[in-house]
């Protein structure tokens, strides 16, 4: 990120909460890229300074104003630890609107394109797709969009962990350094319980990740994909995260698509209870990329490509990440080789 100047511009949601977008600008460009992250994630996984990161590989493309978005999910926030009922469609209605508003206070009318990762892909999905927002250029989505798939060990973590989390252990979040908490405490006794069924490795804070998020050993990554240094410091990566979204997702995996966590919630009638219903009257292009080795949700993004083609067919692309698992296409060591360049030749495709 040399020579880029970077500023933060923090702004208010419309249900009150106050969110931050970073810039990193190295001149004026007709094309403006916005970036989010996922869950327990934050704007920190396109800008580590140990590989050569995407805010890197967009400003040294010609991308040469990168905007990257903290929105309520981000680890950077207090809001993922503090006791909470938010859901995806909060995120939809409020978090991507407000962002983008207070983008165009900068950047005016310039096309936006936007890369998202996880479920910052699928509730810029639901944005975008919900009618919440318009004006973008094109969307890049790794890992899911909106039809996720989970494997069937996660599906019994998202149907049983937040009730046992709130209810039994007395915990309204999961923290993947609970590793570190006191020795007896609930966090201490629910990490070295983790650990005992994770001997890939002797990372507590990667063990809880993988718990948390995803069925495998480890879940979000591979981890000859990782760096040494990111391997051992994933959990600045990947931080806490309140377990009232799983209710969510849970409810999205049995209807096989996005859909509205509560139909009736008057604050959301704008939005449309299942988040394909008008997505024919989109016409923004998508391109939907995921690991082979996707551990969080497989086929997920080949399922929505599918779903995808047959509501508005030709508007968007599906590239498979091979030998990728569900983050390391954005944080692995290597993925300025393997997988920043598909991204930019979609980008410069829908750009020129
Ligand atoms: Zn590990």
Redesign the pocket.
């Known amino acids: 990120m040399s020579d880029a100047e970077v500023s933060v511009h923090p702004f208010a949601t419309d249900d009150g909460l106050g969110l931050n977008l970073t810039r990193f600008r190295r001149g004026d460009c007709d094309d403006v890229v916005l970036l989010l992250h996922g869950l327990t994630a934050s704007i920190d996984m396109f800008i580590m300074p140990e590989h050569q990161n995407l805010v890197s590989a967009l400003l040294d493309n010609g991308f040469a104003d990168v905007w990257a978005l903290d929105f309520r999910m981000s680890s950077r926030l207090p809001y993922d630890t503090e006791t909470h009922r938010y859901t995806l469609d909060d995120i939809a209605a409020w978090d991507h609107p407000a962002a983008l508003r207070e983008m165009r206070r900068h950047i005016g009318d310039r096309r936006v394109h936007v890369v998202a990762h996880c479920l910052g892909s699928m509730s810029f999905s639901m944005s975008l797709f919900g009618g919440a927002l318009d004006g973008v250029a094109s969307f890049v989505s790794n890992s899911v969009s909106l039809t996720p798939r989970v494997p069937t060990w996660s599906r019994l973590k998202l149907a049983a962990g937040p009730g046992l989390s709130e209810y039994l252990i007395g915990l309204s979040f999961m923290d993947s350094r609970f590793g570190e908490a006191p020795p007896l405490t609930r966090g201490w006794m629910v990490s070295r319980l983790v650990s005992l069924f994770?001997r890939?490795?002797d990372?507590r804070d990667?063990?809880m990740i993988?718990f948390m998020w995803g069925s495998g050993h480890?879940a979000l990554y591979e981890?000859d994909n990782l760096l040494p240094v990111t391997?051992q410091r994933?959990a600045d990566l990947l931080g806490p995260t309140g377990v009232h979204y799983f209710r969510h997702i849970r409810k999205m995996v049995s209807a096989g698509q996005a859909v509205k966590y509560d139909p009736g919630d008057p604050r959301h009638a704008a939005l449309p209870d299942a988040y394909l219903t008008r997505a024919n009257e989109v016409t923004t292009p998508v391109l939907l990329l995921s690991g082979d080795r996707n551990h969080v949700f497989p086929g997920a993004n080949a399922a929505c490509h599918e779903a995808l083609e047959r509501a508005r067919p030709g508007r968007q692309e599906f590239a498979s990440l091979p030998g990728y698992g569900h983050i390391d296409p954005f944080i692995g060591e290597n993925a300025h080789i393997d997988v920043f360049p598909k991204i930019l030749d979609f980008l410069k495709r829908q750009a020129s």
């Open positions: 994770h890939e490795c990372v990667c063990h993988s480890p981890h391997h994933i």
